[in-house]
Protein backbone atom coordinates (compact mmCIF):
# COMPACT_ATOMS: atom_id res chain seq x y z
CA UNK A 1 0.00 0.00 0.00
CA UNK A 2 1.07 3.67 -0.80
CA UNK A 3 2.47 5.88 2.31
CA UNK A 4 1.73 9.12 0.60
CA UNK A 5 -1.83 8.78 -1.77
CA UNK A 6 -3.22 11.67 -4.06
CA UNK A 7 -6.72 11.97 -5.14
CA UNK A 8 -7.60 12.75 -8.02
CA UNK A 9 -4.55 11.45 -10.06
CA UNK A 10 -6.13 13.22 -13.03
CA UNK A 11 -8.29 16.25 -13.17
CA UNK A 12 -9.73 18.27 -15.86
CA UNK A 13 -11.52 21.89 -15.42
CA UNK A 14 -12.74 24.74 -16.63
CA UNK A 15 -11.27 28.48 -15.41
CA UNK A 16 -13.13 29.75 -12.77
CA UNK A 17 -13.90 26.75 -11.15
CA UNK A 18 -13.04 25.59 -7.61
CA UNK A 19 -10.84 22.60 -7.05
CA UNK A 20 -9.78 20.39 -4.28
CA UNK A 21 -6.54 17.88 -4.65
CA UNK A 22 -6.62 15.69 -1.55
CA UNK A 23 -3.46 14.12 0.15
CA UNK A 24 -3.55 11.15 2.63
CA UNK A 25 -0.21 9.65 4.60
CA UNK A 26 -0.08 6.87 6.28
CA UNK A 27 3.97 7.32 7.53
CA UNK A 28 2.85 9.43 10.48
CA UNK A 29 4.86 12.35 9.46
CA UNK A 30 3.90 15.63 10.98
CA UNK A 31 5.44 17.49 7.88
CA UNK A 32 3.42 17.83 4.51
CA UNK A 33 3.85 19.78 1.52
CA UNK A 34 2.53 20.81 -1.75
CA UNK A 35 4.90 20.84 -4.58
CA UNK A 36 3.82 22.13 -8.08
CA UNK A 37 5.49 20.45 -11.07
CA UNK A 38 6.08 22.47 -14.90
CA UNK A 39 8.32 21.11 -17.78
CA UNK A 40 11.70 22.47 -17.39
CA UNK A 41 11.24 24.36 -13.88
CA UNK A 42 11.43 21.39 -11.70
CA UNK A 43 9.67 21.51 -8.14
CA UNK A 44 8.40 24.29 -6.72
CA UNK A 45 6.85 24.45 -3.21
CA UNK A 46 3.46 25.95 -3.18
CA UNK A 47 2.30 25.56 0.75
CA UNK A 48 3.99 23.28 3.75
CA UNK A 49 2.59 22.51 7.28
CA UNK A 50 5.02 22.28 9.96
CA UNK A 51 1.70 20.23 11.78
CA UNK A 52 -1.89 20.69 11.88
CA UNK A 53 -2.17 24.03 13.33
CA UNK A 54 1.15 25.58 11.70
CA UNK A 55 0.44 26.71 7.72
CA UNK A 56 3.23 28.50 6.12
CA UNK A 57 3.33 29.53 2.63
CA UNK A 58 5.43 27.94 -0.39
CA UNK A 59 7.60 30.39 -2.94
CA UNK A 60 4.60 30.28 -5.36
CA UNK A 61 0.87 30.22 -2.74
CA UNK A 62 -0.89 33.05 -4.73
CA UNK A 63 -3.81 31.38 -6.16
CA UNK A 64 -3.96 28.59 -4.04
CA UNK A 65 -5.08 27.76 -0.19
CA UNK A 66 -4.75 25.15 1.83
CA UNK A 67 -6.23 22.71 4.69
CA UNK A 68 -4.47 20.56 7.40
CA UNK A 69 -7.24 18.49 8.67
CA UNK A 70 -5.68 16.26 10.63
CA UNK A 71 -1.80 14.69 11.13
CA UNK A 72 -2.04 12.51 7.76
CA UNK A 73 -4.39 14.48 5.26
CA UNK A 74 -3.15 17.64 3.62
CA UNK A 75 -5.65 19.81 0.90
CA UNK A 76 -5.06 22.28 -1.48
CA UNK A 77 -7.54 24.30 -3.06
CA UNK A 78 -7.43 26.43 -6.18
CA UNK A 79 -10.40 29.03 -5.64
CA UNK A 80 -10.95 29.67 -8.94
CA UNK A 81 -8.51 28.06 -11.15
CA UNK A 82 -6.70 29.43 -14.21
CA UNK A 83 -4.99 28.53 -17.43
CA UNK A 84 -1.57 29.06 -15.97
CA UNK A 85 -2.48 26.74 -13.36
CA UNK A 86 -1.88 23.66 -15.54
CA UNK A 87 0.46 21.25 -14.14
CA UNK A 88 1.61 18.26 -11.99
CA UNK A 89 0.86 18.08 -8.24
CA UNK A 90 2.93 16.62 -5.92
CA UNK A 91 2.14 15.95 -1.92
CA UNK A 92 4.95 14.63 0.13
CA UNK A 93 5.87 14.40 3.83
CA UNK A 94 8.78 14.07 5.55
CA UNK A 95 9.72 13.76 9.52
CA UNK A 96 12.12 16.20 11.71
CA UNK A 97 14.26 12.81 11.76
CA UNK A 98 17.57 12.91 14.28
CA UNK A 99 21.06 13.85 13.81
CA UNK A 100 21.63 10.48 13.20
CA UNK A 101 19.40 9.34 10.68
CA UNK A 102 20.79 8.61 7.68
CA UNK A 103 17.65 9.98 5.99
CA UNK A 104 18.44 13.77 7.18
CA UNK A 105 15.34 15.75 5.73
CA UNK A 106 14.10 12.98 2.75
CA UNK A 107 10.60 13.61 1.91
CA UNK A 108 8.43 11.14 0.62
CA UNK A 109 6.55 11.88 -2.03
CA UNK A 110 2.75 10.78 -3.50
CA UNK A 111 2.19 10.00 -7.14
CA UNK A 112 0.73 13.60 -8.24
CA UNK A 113 -2.45 14.65 -9.68
CA UNK A 114 -2.26 16.26 -13.39
CA UNK A 115 -4.27 19.27 -13.40
CA UNK A 116 -5.67 20.84 -16.65
CA UNK A 117 -7.75 23.88 -16.82
CA UNK A 118 -8.91 24.57 -19.77
CA UNK B 1 14.91 32.75 -6.58
CA UNK B 2 16.02 29.02 -6.97
CA UNK B 3 19.85 27.98 -5.02
CA UNK B 4 20.16 24.81 -7.24
CA UNK B 5 20.57 24.32 -11.14
CA UNK B 6 21.81 21.58 -13.28
CA UNK B 7 24.22 21.98 -15.64
CA UNK B 8 22.64 19.97 -18.65
CA UNK B 9 18.88 19.06 -19.14
CA UNK B 10 19.51 16.15 -20.69
CA UNK B 11 21.86 12.99 -20.25
CA UNK B 12 22.48 9.84 -22.87
CA UNK B 13 24.37 7.13 -22.28
CA UNK B 14 25.16 3.24 -22.94
CA UNK B 15 24.06 0.49 -20.70
CA UNK B 16 26.43 -0.69 -18.60
CA UNK B 17 28.42 2.50 -18.65
CA UNK B 18 28.62 5.19 -15.91
CA UNK B 19 26.38 7.89 -15.69
CA UNK B 20 27.53 11.69 -13.84
CA UNK B 21 24.81 13.87 -13.35
CA UNK B 22 26.04 17.01 -12.10
CA UNK B 23 24.51 20.29 -9.78
CA UNK B 24 25.82 23.30 -9.18
CA UNK B 25 24.23 25.20 -5.95
CA UNK B 26 24.96 29.37 -4.92
CA UNK B 27 23.54 28.74 -1.21
CA UNK B 28 26.73 28.83 1.17
CA UNK B 29 24.66 27.78 3.93
CA UNK B 30 22.88 24.76 2.87
CA UNK B 31 24.19 22.00 5.03
CA UNK B 32 22.51 19.17 3.24
CA UNK B 33 21.79 17.68 -0.34
CA UNK B 34 19.81 14.89 -1.49
CA UNK B 35 19.05 13.42 -5.18
CA UNK B 36 15.80 12.00 -6.21
CA UNK B 37 14.88 10.22 -9.32
CA UNK B 38 11.78 10.96 -10.95
CA UNK B 39 10.01 8.19 -13.31
CA UNK B 40 7.54 8.59 -15.95
CA UNK B 41 4.49 9.24 -14.73
CA UNK B 42 5.43 8.86 -10.81
CA UNK B 43 6.48 10.58 -8.03
CA UNK B 44 10.19 11.91 -7.37
CA UNK B 45 11.68 8.72 -4.88
CA UNK B 46 14.91 9.05 -2.73
CA UNK B 47 17.63 7.70 -3.86
CA UNK B 48 20.74 9.12 -1.40
CA UNK B 49 21.75 12.13 0.44
CA UNK B 50 24.66 13.73 1.78
CA UNK B 51 25.16 16.40 4.70
CA UNK B 52 27.39 19.05 4.32
CA UNK B 53 30.48 17.75 6.65
CA UNK B 54 30.84 14.90 4.12
CA UNK B 55 32.28 15.02 0.84
CA UNK B 56 31.17 11.30 -0.76
CA UNK B 57 28.95 9.38 0.25
CA UNK B 58 28.44 5.59 -1.32
CA UNK B 59 24.93 3.54 -1.87
CA UNK B 60 24.18 0.63 -4.48
CA UNK B 61 25.42 1.48 -7.31
CA UNK B 62 25.33 5.30 -7.11
CA UNK B 63 27.85 7.63 -5.15
CA UNK B 64 27.23 11.82 -4.22
CA UNK B 65 30.47 13.68 -4.55
CA UNK B 66 30.07 17.16 -2.48
CA UNK B 67 32.72 19.69 -3.33
CA UNK B 68 31.81 22.78 -1.35
CA UNK B 69 34.40 25.00 -2.86
CA UNK B 70 33.31 25.68 -6.02
CA UNK B 71 29.24 24.54 -4.93
CA UNK B 72 29.45 21.60 -6.96
CA UNK B 73 26.95 17.94 -6.53
CA UNK B 74 27.36 15.09 -8.45
CA UNK B 75 25.73 12.05 -8.83
CA UNK B 76 27.33 9.17 -10.45
CA UNK B 77 25.60 5.21 -11.57
CA UNK B 78 27.62 2.60 -12.04
CA UNK B 79 27.15 0.19 -14.42
CA UNK B 80 23.62 2.13 -15.81
CA UNK B 81 21.03 0.42 -16.75
CA UNK B 82 17.63 0.54 -18.79
CA UNK B 83 15.42 0.99 -15.42
CA UNK B 84 17.72 4.11 -14.57
CA UNK B 85 16.20 6.20 -17.22
CA UNK B 86 14.33 8.84 -15.75
CA UNK B 87 14.93 13.00 -14.65
CA UNK B 88 17.19 13.02 -11.85
CA UNK B 89 16.43 16.05 -9.11
CA UNK B 90 19.46 17.65 -6.96
CA UNK B 91 18.08 19.61 -3.89
CA UNK B 92 19.29 21.17 -0.80
CA UNK B 93 18.65 22.72 2.10
CA UNK B 94 19.59 25.78 4.26
CA UNK B 95 21.26 25.15 7.33
CA UNK B 96 18.87 28.13 8.65
CA UNK B 97 15.53 26.07 7.28
CA UNK B 98 13.86 24.58 10.61
CA UNK B 99 11.11 23.20 8.54
CA UNK B 100 12.89 20.78 6.31
CA UNK B 101 12.48 22.57 3.11
CA UNK B 102 13.85 21.38 0.33
CA UNK B 103 14.89 23.71 -3.11
CA UNK B 104 15.03 21.81 -6.37
CA UNK B 105 16.82 21.83 -9.23
CA UNK B 106 15.33 21.65 -12.91
CA UNK B 107 16.37 18.14 -13.30
CA UNK B 108 18.14 16.22 -15.74
CA UNK B 109 16.70 13.61 -18.09
CA UNK B 110 18.98 10.43 -17.99
CA UNK B 111 18.17 7.94 -21.34
CA UNK B 112 19.88 4.93 -21.44
CA UNK B 113 20.30 3.44 -24.69
CA UNK B 114 20.68 -0.46 -24.76
Known amino acids: DADVTQTPRNRITKTGKRIMLECSQT?????MYWYRQDPGLGLRLIYYSFDVKDINKGEISDGYSVSRQAQAKFSLSLESAIPNQTALYFCATSDPGTSGSSSYNEQFFGPGTRLTVL | GESVGLHLPTLSVQEGDNSIINCAYSNSASDYFIWYKQESGKGPQFIIDIRSNMDKRQGQRVTVLLNKTVKHLSLQIAATQPGDSAVYFCADRDRGSTLGRLYFGRGTQLTVWP
Open chain 1, 27 to 31: KGHDR
